[in-house]
C-alpha cells in the first residue's frame, strides 16, 4: 500500500515532543512523494509544520483507530511502534484504571500507588482454570498460564519479575506466590502454603528498605522455587538470594532508611523481651538516623513487628534463635554508636568504658578489651614476620562498618537458610515454578559497583528474553507452515563479552584487586588501555579519568571508579572475626561455620603445597565473582524452565495514583525489553486472525455471492480483492497472518463500508420521516379549519344569546332597587315604633320594682328586730342554768375527794393491780428520771423568771422616762389638735376622690377581665382543638412508626433467620465433610496397617496389637465399606509412623475432650452447690429476721401496756386536791411499793420466758406433723444436730434457759414455721392468681359481649323492624358459632389428652403383658399341656396394616438391595416414586409396632449412614443424588406425618391416624434426616455447578447471534480460546440442561418446594459466573455483548414461564446481570444520564458500576468511550450507598435451603414391594 494512501487528509499521526514525549496530530492535506514537510495540526489547534529529513524520508508514524486503542493486548495494535504503545498503555490506565497489559508473551504492570479491589479469593477464583486470552490481563492469568502448562507439559516454568526500585515487583511476585498457594493444596502434615507466603514478611523485613523511590523496595534479589508433586500440591520451596545491598546497614542518603527490621526493634524496645537490649529511639544510632526519615506513613513499626515473630514462629525459627537475631542486630546498632578518637594522623583510640562497645561486647559475648583493640589496630603479615600496626581514625570507622556489614550479611544468609531448611518436605517434587523477583535496570546520578552489577544481570535477562521471544516467533511460523524469514532483532552478546569475557571488565576488576598496590585508579588506566576504541560498547568520559561508560541495551551508563576495588575485595579485619569466633553465643559462632570450614580446608591445602599466603587468598572469593558465578546458576534455571515475563513499570516519581509520567513510562518501556518485543513483533506477521474470526469481522466486506461454503476460500478471495500487495499477509494453517497496519486498514474499509451503509439507512428514513411530517401538517391544516369555521359559528350564536340575556338582566335590575328602596322605609318606621314603646315599658317597669323593693326592706327590718329579743333571752336562761349546774358539781367533787383519800378506796383501787405494779418496776427508774428531768426544767424556769424580773424592772424605768416625756409633750396637743382636724378633712377629701377612682376602675377592670375571659376562652377552645390534632398527629405518626419498625423488624428477623439458617447449613457441611475425612483417615489407617501387616510381617507387639484393632474395625463394617476400603488399598500406602502419629493425635483429642467435659460437670456441680448454699442461707437469714420481728412485737404491746398502767398509777398519784398524799420517796410505805414492784417485774419475765418455750414446742410439733409431707421435705428438717448448736460465748442466764436446747428447738420451730406459712401463701398466691386471671378473661369475654351487644342494639334501633328482626338472627347465628367453635377447641384438647393417656396405657399394658408372659411362662414350665380337640378354622380375606416384617438380621440385606444396590433410573419409570422411603418407613412401624427400640435405632442409623456412603461414593452423580435426596425428604415427611403430632396429622386421614407410631417419639431423628437432607441437597447443588460452569460464559458470554456488525474486535498473541463453529455452545444448550435437570427432578418426586429452591440457586450461579466474567473482560463490555445478555436473559425467563416456576424467586436472582447488560446499553453522557443510572442499578454494588463503565468499550466506531468526568459523577452520586465494598459476586455461596411438610395421600396398606427389588424376606403385615 502506498504511503499517500495511508498519509492523506484528516490522518492522524505522532510526533516527538519534548514533555510529552509523543503528540497527537492531524494532516491537514494529502502527503505526496517528495515533499519536504507535513502540515499538521495538533490537538489543542496549533498547526506545526513537521520537516521530513532528506536523507532517511522517515514520515511519523501513524496513530491507531480509536477502535483498536485499550487493547488487552498490544500486538493487538495495527501500526506497532513507541507512540501507540505508550498511548495505549496510558489510556488503559488513566482512563480505564487498568494496571495489567499484555504484550505478547510479557505482562506489562503499572505500579498503581493505590490498592486496588482485584487479589481477593474470588478473583483468583475466577482465574483458576481459565484460558490465559480468555480474561482480563492479570498476574493471576500468568501464575495461572505456568501452573497449566507445569501440569500439562511436566515442564519446569520460571516467572521472572522485573522493573526498577518502586515499580511494584515484590507485590507482583507475592501476588504470584499467593496464587499457587490458593490454587493448590499441601500435601503434607502441616500447610506448606501458609510457611511459603509466611517467608515474604521475614524477607521484607530484613531485606526492604526505603528508598527515595520506593517505600518498600528490595534491596536484593531473589529466586524461589516453589516445587509441587505428581497430585499438583506444594511441596516445599528454596529460596536464592543475589547481591544483597549491605552498604545501606551503615550508610543511608537523605529521606531513605535502614533495613525496616531495625525500626521494627527499636518501635518495640518496650517490650520486656527486649529489655536486655537496650535500644531506644531509631534516632539515637547512627546507622539508622542518617536518613531523617526514621517513619513511613500509614507503616506501624511494632505491628510489623509482631508479623515478623509471627512468621518466624510460623517457619519453626524456635525462640531462642529469634532472640539471638534479635541480639546481633541489637548489637550491630550498638556497634554504630562506638566512638572513634583520633589521637594522631595515624593512630586512634577507644575509651575502655565506652557504653555502647561494652553493651555490643555484652551482647555478642566477646571480650571488650580485645575488641577495642582491633578495632583501633590492624595486622600485617609477610613471608617472614608479622606486624601489629595502629590504623587512622577514617580507616577504624571504615573497618567497623566493615564489620557491621559482614555480620549482617552473615545473619542475612543463615536467615535464608533456616527458610529454606523449614520449607523442605520430604515428599518427592515433580517440578516446580520459579518466581524471580530481581532489580531491574538503573541508572542513577552517580553509578557504582552496585549499579554495574544490577546493569549486567539485566543484560544477561535480557539476551535470554530476547531468544526466547525469538524462538516462540520461529515456533509459531512453523506450526502454521508459513514461509520463514529471519528477523534482525538486537544482541547484546557484544556487551556482555565487554563484562565477563577473559580481560573484560570483571577480570580485570579481579586481577587488580589481587596486585599489592592495586588502586580504582590503575584499574580504571588497565580499561582504557583495553576497551577504549577497541570496542564500540565501551567509553570514556570526556572530562574524567575516574569513569567509564558502557552502552547498555537500554542506554548508556557512566559508572565512577571509586570504590569498585573496596566493594569487590569486600575486606573485613580477619582479627575481628577471630575475636567473634571464640564467642561463647551459639548462634554467632553458626554463622562463621562457613568460613571456618573454608579455612581448614585452605589450611590443608597450604600444608600440601606448601603455600599458605597464595591458598589463602585464592580461597577467598571476590564479589563480583561470585555473583557471576550465581548468575549463570540463575541463567541455566531459567534456560531449563519455560519462562513468564511480567515487567514492572514505575508511572511516576512522586508515588501519585493513577498518573503517568510518558518520559519516565518510555524510559522503562525501552530498559525492560517491552519495545524489543514490539519491534520483533512488527518486523513480521504481528497481526493474526483465525478464518473464523477474520470471516466473522469482516463479512460486511463481502458480497451474498462470495460466500462460500469454505471459509478459508472466501477469506483468501476477499484478502486478495482488498490488499493488492501479498507480501503483506499469509496464509497459515488455521490463521492468516498479517504485516503491520494491514488491520488497520481493512478497519478503515470496514467503517468506510458500514459508514455507506449507515449514510444509506439515514436517507431512506429521512424520507420517510419527511414525507410523514407533510402528510401530518396536510392532515392538521384540514382539521384546524375546520376548528375555525366552527369556532366563527359558535361566536355568532354566542353573541345573539348575550344581547338577548344583557336586556332580561336591565329589567330584572331595575326592579329590584325600586323594591330595596320600598323596603328600606318600611323598615325605618318599625324601628321608630319598637324604640319608643320600649322606653314606656320600661319606666312602668323601674316604677313597680321600686315599690316592691321597698316592702322588702320593711319585712327583713321587722324580722331582724324580732330575733334580737328572743336572742338575748336565750342567753340569760342559759346563764342561769350553768350557775345550778356548776353549784351541784362542786358538791360532787368533795364527796369525790374525800371519798379517795379513805384507805379501803385506794385499796379497792389496787385490787387486781398489785401484779401490774410488780411489772412497772423498771418503769420507776423512767419516772425517776423524769422528775430529775422536771427539776432541771424547774431550774431552767427560775432563772427566766429572774431574767423576766430584770426585763420588766427595766421596762418599768423605761415607763416611767415616757411619762415624763408624755406630761412634757402634752402641752403641745391642743395645737396638734387642729392641725389633725385639718389634716382629717383633706383625707377625707382625698378618701372620696379614691372611692370614685376606684369605681372607675372596677368597672374599668371587670369590662376587661371580661373581655380577657371571652379570649382566653377562646383561646382555650382553640388550643384544645390544636392539643386534639396533635395528639391524633401524634397518635398517627405512632402508629406509622410502630408499622414501619414492625415491618423492620419483621425484615430483620427473615433476614437473620435466612442467615442463621444458611451459616447452620454451611457448618453443617463442614461438620460432615470433616466426619467424611475422618472416616476417610480411619479406613486409610486400617487398610495400611493391613497392607504393612501382610507386606511386612512384622512381630513389633504395639504394631500388632494396632492391627488387630483396626482388623476389628474392619470386620464391623458392612460389605460395600469393605468393598471400598480395598480400592482405597490398592490405590494408596500410608506410611505407618504417620498413622501411629495421627492415631495418638486422635486419642490426646479424645482425652482433652473427656477432660474438658468433667471439668464442665464440676463447674456445673459447683454452681448448683453454690446456688444453694446462696439459698440456704438466705433461708436461714429469712427465719431469723422473723423470729426477731416476732419478739419486738411482742415486746412492743408489752410496752404499750406498761405505759398505760403507768400513766394510770401516775394519775392517782399525783392528784393534787385528794385528801390523802402519795407516800413520799424514802418513805416505808414508797419502799414497800418499790420492792412488789420489783417481784412483780421479775415474776412477769419469767412468765415472758415460759411462754415463748411452749409456742416453740407448739411450732415444732407442728413441724414434725408434716415432716414426712411434702412441705416437710421443702423445709429439709434436721432434728439430729439440734444440740450441736448451743454457744459457749452466751450469758449466765441463756446457759440455764437454754440448758437442753430448748431456746435453740424453739428458734428452729420458728424457721420451720416461716417456711410452712410461706409455702402455704405462695401456694394461695399461685390459686389466686390463676383464679384471678380467669376471672379477668371471663370479664373481658363479658365485656367484649356487652360492648358488642350494646353496638348490636344501638345499630338495631335505628333500623326498621324487618332489618332489626334479621340483625338479631344473625347475632345470634354468629354467637353460636362462636360457642361452637369453642366446643370443639375443648373436645380437640380433650381428645388430645385422651391420645396421650392411650398411648401411655398401652404402654403400661404392654410392659404388663410381658410380666404376665413371663411369670406365666415359669408357672407353665411345671405343667403338662392337655390334648385339645381340633377345630375347623374358616380363612378369613387378610387386611393389612401398612407394615413390612422383617428379622432383626436382615437389616443389612435390606439396605444392601434397597439403598446400596438401587439402580434410580428404574425406580423412577417403573416404581411409585419415593418407594425405598415408604418400604423403610414401614419396616420402622413394624418395629414400633413390635416396641423393639433396638431394632428401630439400628434401622435408622443404618439407613442414615447407607444413604451418605451412597452419596459419597456417586456425589457426581447428579440424578443419584437427586434420587436420594427425594426419599430422604419423603421419609422424614413420613416421620412426620405419622408421629401423632396434632401439627402434622391435621391432614391424615381416619386410617393414617390410626396408623401412627405408637410406641416411639422419633422427633430426634426428625432434625437428623433434616440435616442429611441439608448434605445431600448441597451435594446435588456441586454436581450441578460441574455440570453447568462449562456451559454459562460460552453459552450467555461468547455466543454472538449476530455476526459480522456486532462482532469482536482484533486480537493479539493472547486470544481467548473460542471453540470451532461447529462446537459453538449456545444458550439453547444452556436451557436442554437445565429441562434434564427439572425433569429428572420431577420423575423422581422431589417437592414442588424444593425443586424451586434448587432453579433458584440454578439461576444465581448462571447470574454469578456471568457477571463476574463480565467484570473481568474488557472485551465482553460494549452495547452489542448487553444486546446479547438481555436476549439471553429473556430466553431464561421463557424457560421460567413454560414451567410455571416464576414464583420460585429465580427470576429475582437474574437481576445483577439484567441491570449489568442495561447498564452497557444505556446512555451515558450527561448528568441525568448518571441520575438514571444510579436509580436503575439497585442490585449492583457502586464497585461493580464503576468496573462496567471503566471496561466499556466501543466495538464500532459509532459508539463512544465513557469520560472520566462522567465517572466522577457516578462515584460521587452513589458515595451514600451502605452496600458490600466486594466486586464479585460468590459463586461459591448456596442458599439456605427449607424443606416444607409435605404429607402424602398414598395409603401405606395398598403399597407392594416389587419382586425386582429382592426384597422377598420382607412380609407385608
Known amino acids: 500500500m502506498a504511503a499517500s494512501e495511508l498519509y492523506s487528509k484528516n490522518a492522524q499521526v505522532w510526533v516527538p515532543d519534548a514533555a510529552e514525549v509523543w503528540k497527537s496530530a492531524e494532516l491537514l492535506r494529502d502527503y505526496t512523494p517528495g515533499d519536504l514537510a507535513l502540515s499538521l495540526q495538533l490537538e489543542d489547534g496549533t498547526v506545526v509544520e513537521h520537516k521530513i529529513d532528506p536523507k532517511t524520508k522517515n514520515l511519523p508514524p501513524l496513530r491507531n483507530p480509536n477502535i483498536l486503542v485499550g487493547e488487552n493486548d498490544l500486538t493487538a495494535l495495527s501500526y506497532l511502534h513507541e507512540p501507540a504503545v505508550l498511548h495505549n498503555l496510558k489510556v488503559r490506565f488513566i482512563d480505564s484504571k487498568l494496571i495489567y497489559t499484555y504484550c505478547g508473551i510479557v505482562l506489562v504492570a503499572i505500579n498503581p500507588y493505590e490498592s486496588l479491589p482485584i487479589y481477593e479469593a474470588d478473583i483468583i477464583n475466577a482465574y483458576s482454570g481459565q484460558n490465559m486470552g480468555d480474561m482480563d490481563p492479570h498476574i493471576f492469568a500468568v501464575a495461572e498460564e505456568a501452573y497449566k502448562q507445569m501440569a500439562r507439559d511436566q515442564r519446569n516454568q520460571s516467572i521472572i519479575v522485573s522493573g526498577e526500585s518502586g515499580a511494584g515487583k515484590t507485590v507482583s511476585a507475592k501476588y504470584a506466590m499467593r496464587y499457587f498457594a490458593t490454587v493448590s493444596s499441601s500435601s503434607g502434615e502441616t500447610n506448606v502454603e501458609e510457611r511459603v507466603l509466611a517467608s515474604s514478611p521475614i524477607m521484607e523485613a530484613f531485606g526492604n528498605a526505603k528508598t527515595t523511590r520506593n517505600d518498600n523496595s528490595s534491596r536484593f534479589g531473589k529466586y524461589i522455587e516453589i516445587g509441587f508433586d505428581d497430585d499438583l500440591c506444594i511441596t516445599g520451596a528454596n529460596m536464592r538470594t543475589y547481591l544483597l545491598e549491605k552498604s545501606r546497614v551503615v550508610f543511608q542518603a537523605h529521606e531513605e532508611r535502614n533495613y525496616h527490621i531495625f525500626y521494627q526493634m527499636c518501635a518495640s524496645s518496650h517490650l520486656p523481651e527486649f529489655k536486655a537490649f537496650k535500644l531506644g529511639c531509631a534516632d539515637d544510632f547512627n546507622y539508622t538516623n542518617q536518613g531523617q526519615s526514621p517513619v513511613i506513613d500509614g507503616v506501624d513499626d511494632a505491628k510489623e513487628m509482631s508479623k515478623t515473630r509471627r512468621a518466624f514462629s510460623l517457619l519453626g525459627i524456635g525462640d531462642s534463635d529469634q532472640v539471638g537475631i534479635y541480639q546481633i542486630l541489637s548489637a550491630i546498632l550498638h556497634l554504630s554508636n562506638v566512638d572513634v578518637k583520633d589521637q594522631s594522623a595515624d593512630r586512634c583510640s577507644i575509651l575502655p568504658d565506652n557504653a555502647h562497645l561494652l553493651v555490643f561486647c555484652e551482647l555478642m559475648g566477646v571480650p571488650c578489651e580485645e575488641m577495642a583493640h582491633w578495632l583501633c589496630h590492624r595486622k600485617l603479615q609477610t613471608t617472614t614476620e608479622t606486624f601489629v600496626k595502629s590504623v587512622s581514625k577514617v580507616n577504624a570507622v571504615h573497618g567497623r562498618d566493615a564489620l557491621a556489614k559482614h555480620i549482617y550479611a552473615k545473619l542475612f544468609s543463615w536467615i535464608v537458610s533456616s527458610i529454606n531448611n523449614a520449607l523442605t518436605s520430604t515428599v518427592k517434587q515433580r517440578s516446580f515454578i520459579g518466581v524471580l523477583d530481581i532489580y531491574g535496570f538503573e541508572t542513577f546520578d552517580v553509578n557504582s559497583f552496585e549499579q554495574f552489577c544490577i546493569n549486567y544481570a539485566n543484560e544477561k535477562l535480557q539476551q535470554q528474553f530476547n531468544l526466547h521471544v525469538f524462538k516462540l516467533e520461529q515456533e509459531e511460523y512453523m506450526k502454521e507452515q508459513i ?642 476400603q480395598a480400592e482405597e488399598e490398592a490405590q494408596r500406602n500410608v506410611d505407618l509412623p504417620i498413622l501411629l502419629k495421627l492415631q495418638r493425635r486422635v486419642k490426646e483429642l479424645e482425652e482433652e475432650n473427656r477432660s474438658l467435659w468433667q471439668q464442665l460437670d464440676k463447674k456445673e456441680e459447683a454452681q448448683q452447690e453454690k446456688a444453694k448454699e446462696v439459698e440456704k442461707q438466705t433461708t436461714v437469714g429469712r427465719s431469723e429476721l422473723d423470729v426477731e420481728k416476732l419478739k419486738r412485737h411482742e415486746l412492743e404491746s408489752e410496752n404499750k401496756k406498761l405505759k398505760q398502767d403507768l400513766n394510770e398509777l401516775r394519775k392517782s398519784l399525783t392528784s393534787e386536791k385528794s385528801d390523802l398524799a402519795p407516800p413520799a420517796p424514802g ?54 444436730e439440734i444440740h450441736s448448736f448451743q454457744d459457749a460465748d452466751r450469758s449466765t442466764d441463756i446457759h440455764t434457759l437454754n440448758e437442753d436446747g430448748e431456746l435453740w428447738l424453739a428458734y428452729e420451730g420458728l424457721k420451720e414455721t416461716n417456711r410452712l406459712l410461706e409455702t402455704q401463701m405462695q401456694e394461695q398466691e399461685r390459686v389466686h392468681s390463676e383464679r384471678y386471671r380467669k376471672l379477668a378473661e371471663e370479664m373481658d369475654k363479658l365485656r367484649a359481649e356487652k360492648e358488642q351487644q350494646q353496638k348490636l342494639l344501638a345499630q338495631s334501633l335505628l333500623l326498621p323492624e324487618d332489618a332489626r328482626v334479621e340483625a338479631c338472627l344473625k347475632h345470634e347465628i354468629t354467637r353460636l358459632t362462636t360457642e361452637n367453635l369453642e366446643g370443639m377447641e375443648q373436645q380437640e384438647k380433650q381428645d388430645k389428652i385422651i391420645r396421650k393417656l392411650k398411648k401411655q396405657l398401652k404402654l403400661y399394658m404392654k410392659k404388663v403383658e410381658d410380666l404376665e408372659a413371663s411369670t406365666h411362662q415359669m408357672s407353665s414350665s411345671s405343667v403338662t399341656s392337655t390334648p385339645v380337640r381340633p377345630v375347623h378354622i374358616t380363612r378369613k380375606e387378610k387386611e393389612f396394616q401398612g407394615m413390612l416384617e422383617f428379622k432383626e438380621g436382615d437389616t443389612g440385606r435390606l439396605l444392601k438391595n434397597l439403598v446400596l444396590d438401587l439402580k434410580p433410573r428404574g425406580v423412577a419409570v417403573s416404581f411409585t416414586p419415593g418407594l425405598p422411603a415408604f418400604i423403610i418407613f414401614m419396616c420402622l412401624r413394624y418395629a414400633d409396632n413390635m416396641n423393639d427400640d433396638r431394632r428401630l435405632s439400628t434401622l435408622l442409623n443404618s439407613t442414615i449412614s447407607s444413604i451418605k456412603g451412597v452419596i459419597k461414593r456417586k456425589g457426581n452423580d447428579f440424578e443419584v443424588v437427586c434420587f436420594w435426596l427425594a426419599n430422604t425428604c419423603r421419609l422424614m415427611h413420613c416421620l412426620k406425618q405419622y408421629s401423632g403430632d396434632e401439627a402434622f396429622t391435621v391432614h391424615n386421614t381416619a386410617k393414617q391416624n390410626e396408623q401412627c407410631l405408637a410406641n416411639f417419639e422419633l422427633s430426634e431423628y426428625h432434625q437428623l434426616f433434616g440435616d442429611l437432607a441439608i448434605q445431600i441437597y448441597r451435594q446435588l447443588i456441586k454436581s450441578m455447578e460441574n455440570v453447568l460452569l462449562p456451559l454459562i460464559v460460552p453459552c450467555m458470554l461468547e455466543q454472538e447471534t449476530v455476526q459480522g456488525v456486532l462482532g469482536s474486535k482484533p486480537t493479539g498473541l493472547r486470544k481467548r480460546s473460542s471453540s470451532s463453529p461447529e462446537e459453538a455452545v449456545t444458550v439453547e444448550v444452556l436451557l436442554q440442561r437445565l429441562s434434564v435437570f427439572h425433569s429428572t427432578m420431577s420423575q423422581h418426586g422431589m417437592d414442588a418446594d424444593v425443586i424451586k429452591q434448587v432453579v433458584r440457586q440454578q439461576f444465581y450461579i448462571i447470574c454469578a459466573v456471568t457477571l463476574n466474567n463480565l467484570l473481568l473482560r474488557k472485551d465482553m463490555c460494549s452495547w452489542g455483548k448487553g444486546l446479547q445478555i438481555r436476549y439471553n436473559v429473556w430466553q431464561l425467563e421463557e424457560w421460567l414461564t413454560e414451567r410455571e416456576l416464576t414464583d420460585s424467586g429465580a427470576k429475582e436472582t437474574l437481576e445483577p446481570l439484567v441491570q449489568a447488560a442495561q447498564l452497557l446499553q444505556i446512555k451515558k453522557n450527561t448528568e441525568a444520564d448518571a441520575k438514571a443510572i444510579c436509580s436503575m442499578c439497585t442490585s449492583l454494588t457502586t464497585a461493580q458500576i464503576l468496573k462496567i463503565l471503566t471496561l466499556y468499550t466501543p466495538v464500532i466506531e459509532f459508539e463512544e468511550r465513557v469520560s472520566n468526568t462522567f465517572i466522577t459523577t457516578i462515584k460521587n452520586l452513589l458515595k451514600g450507598r451502605d452496600e458490600s465494598s466486594n466486586l464479585m459476586m460468590d459463586v461459591k455461596k448456596i442458599f439456605s435451603v427449607t424443606f416444607p411438610f409435605t404429607p402424602s395421600s398414598l395409603a401405606l396398606e395398598t403399597i407392594q414391594v416389587p419382586t425386582s427389588l429382592n426384597l422377598g424376606f420382607l412380609i407385608r403385615v
Open 1227 to 1280: 418513805s416505808l410505805p414508797y419502799n414497800i411499793l418499790l420492792e412488789q414492784l420489783s417481784s412483780s417485774n421479775e415474776e412477769l419475765e419469767m412468765r415472758k420466758e415460759e411462754v415463748l418455750l411452749l409456742r416453740s414446742h407448739m411450732v415444732r410439733q407442728e413441724a414434725l406433723k408434716h415432716r414426712d409431707s411434702v412441705l416437710g421435705e421443702s423445709l429439709k428438717l434436721d432434728l439430729g
Open 483 to 1124: 514461509p520463514w524469514t529471519l528477523i534482525d532483532f538486537y544482541d547484546n552478546q557484544p556487551c556482555i563479552n565487554l563484562i565477563e569475557a577473559k580481560l573484560g571488565i570483571l577480570d580485570l576488576l579481579d586481577e587488580e584487586c589481587k596486585m599489592p598496590k592495586g588502586s580504582d585508579d590503575t584499574w580504571a588506566q588497565k580499561l582504557y588501555n583495553t576497551h577504549l576504541r577497541q570496542n564500540a560498547y565501551f567509553d570514556k568520559p570526556r572530562l574524567s579519568n575516574k569513569a567509564f561508560i558502557i552502552h547498555h541495551f537500554a542506554d548508556k551508563v557512566e559508572y565512577q571508579c571509586f570504590g569498585f576495588l573496596e566493594k569487590n575485595k569486600d575486606t573485613v579485619n580477619e582479627e575481628q572475626i577471630n575475636v567473634l569466633k571464640k564467642s561463647k553465643f551459639d548462634l554467632l559462632l553458626k554463622l562463621f561455620e562457613d568460613e571456618e570450614k573454608t579455612k581448614v580446608s585452605a589450611n590443608k591445602f597450604a600444608s600440601i603445597t606448601g603455600r599458605a599466603g597464595k591458598a589463602q587468598r585464592d580461597t577467598k572469593k571476590t564479589v563480583g565473582l561470585q555473583f557471576r558465578q550465581s548468575l549463570n546458576l540463575l541463567m541455566d534455571t531459567l534456560n531449563a524452565t519455560t519462562p513468564h515475563y511480567v515487567r514492572c513499570i514505575k508511572p511516576n516519581d512522586l508515588k501519585a495514583p493513577f498518573t503517568l509520567d510518558p518520559v519516565r513510562a518510555v524510559q522503562q518501556l525501552r530498559a525492560c525489553g517491552v519495545l524489543e518485543t514490539i519491534r520483533i513483533s512488527a518486523a513480521g506477521f504481528p497481526s493474526r486472525w483465525t478464518y473464523q474470526e477474520f470471516f466473522g469481522r469482516y463479512r460486511v466486506l463481502m458480497k451474498q455471492k462470495d460466500v462460500l461454503p469454505d471459509r478459508k476460500q472466501t477469506c483468501r478471495n476477499l484478502l486478495e480483492k482488498l490488499i493488492e500487495d501479498q507480501q503483506k499477509y499469509q496464509f497459515g494453517k488455521n490463521k492468516i497472518f498479517f504485516r503491520a497496519g494491514q488491520v488497520a486498514y481493512l478497519e478503515k474499509l470496514r467503517s468506510d463500508k458500514l459508514r455507506s451503509a449507515c449514510v444509506g439507512i439515514q436517507k431512506t428514513i429521512r424520507c420517510w420521516l419527511a414525507r410523514r411530517k407533510y402528510l401530518r401538517m396536510r392532515e392538521s391544516a384540514i382539521v384546524i379549519q375546520k376548528h375555525v369555521r366552527a369556532h366563527q359559528a359558535r361566536s355568532y350564536v354566542k353573541f345573539l344569546r348575550q344581547t338577548r340575556a344583557a336586556i332580561v338582566i336591565q329589567r330584572n335590575v331595575r326592579m329590584w332597587s325600586k323594591k330595596r328602596y320600598f323596603l328600606q322605609q318600611r323598615s325605618a318606621a318599625v324601628t321608630i315604633q319598637r324604640v319608643w314603646r320600649g322606653h314606656m315599658a320600661r319606666k312602668q317597669y323601674f316604677k313597680l320594682l321600686y315599690e316592691h323593693k321597698a316592702v322588702v326592706i320593711q319585712k327583713m327590718v321587722r324580722g331582724w328586730l324580732a330575733k334580737q329579743r328572743f336572742r338575748r333571752a336565750m342567753e340569760a336562761v342559759v346563764l342561769l342554768q350553768s350557775c345550778v349546774r356548776r353549784m351541784r358539781a362542786r358538791k360532787e367533787l368533795k364527796a369525790l375527794k374525800m371519798e379517795a383519800r379513805s384507805v379501803e378506796h385506794f385499796k379497792k383501787l389496787n385490787v387486781g393491780m398489785e401484779n401490774k405494779i410488780m411489772q412497772l418496776q423498771h418503769k420507776i427508774n423512767e419516772q425517776h428520771k423524769e422528775n430529775r428531768e422536771l427539776t432541771e426544767r424547774l431550774g431552767v424556769l427560775e432563772k427566766t423568771h429572774a431574767a423576766e424580773r430584770e426585763k420588766q424592772c427595766r421596762e418599768l424605768e423605761d415607763l416611767r422616762r415616757s411619762e415624763q416625756e408624755a406630761r412634757a409633750n402634752a402641752e403641745t396637743v391642743p395645737s396638734l389638735l387642729e392641725r389633725l382636724s385639718f389634716l382629717q378633712e383633706e383625707l377625707d377629701n382625698t378618701r372620696r376622690e379614691k372611692e370614685d377612682l376606684e369605681v372607675q376602675t372596677k368597672t374599668f377592670k371587670e369590662q376587661t377581665q371580661q373581655t380577657i375571659h371571652e379570649l382566653n376562652m377562646k383561646n382555650s377552645l382553640l388550643n384544645n382543638n390544636l392539643e386534639e390534632l396533635n395528639e391524633e398527629f401524634s397518635i398517627q405518626a405512632q402508629q406509622l412508626t410502630e408499622i414501619k419498625s414492625t415491618l423492620e423488624n419483621t425484615k430483620q428477623l427473615e433476614k437473620d433467620l435466612t442467615d442463621e439458617r444458611s451459616r447452620y447449613q454451611s457448618l453443617l457441611s463442614e461438620h460432615l465433610q470433616l466426619e467424611e475425612r475422618h472416616k476417610d483417615l480411619k479406613e486409610e489407617m486400617s487398610v495400611s496397617i493391613i497392607s504393612s501387616k501382610f507386606s511386612h510381617q512384622r512381630t513389633d507387639s504395639n504394631y500388632s496389637s494396632n492391627s488387630s484393632e483396626f482388623s476389628q474395625i474392619l470386620s464391623s463394617t458392612d460389605d460395600e465399606d469393605c468393598s471400598v
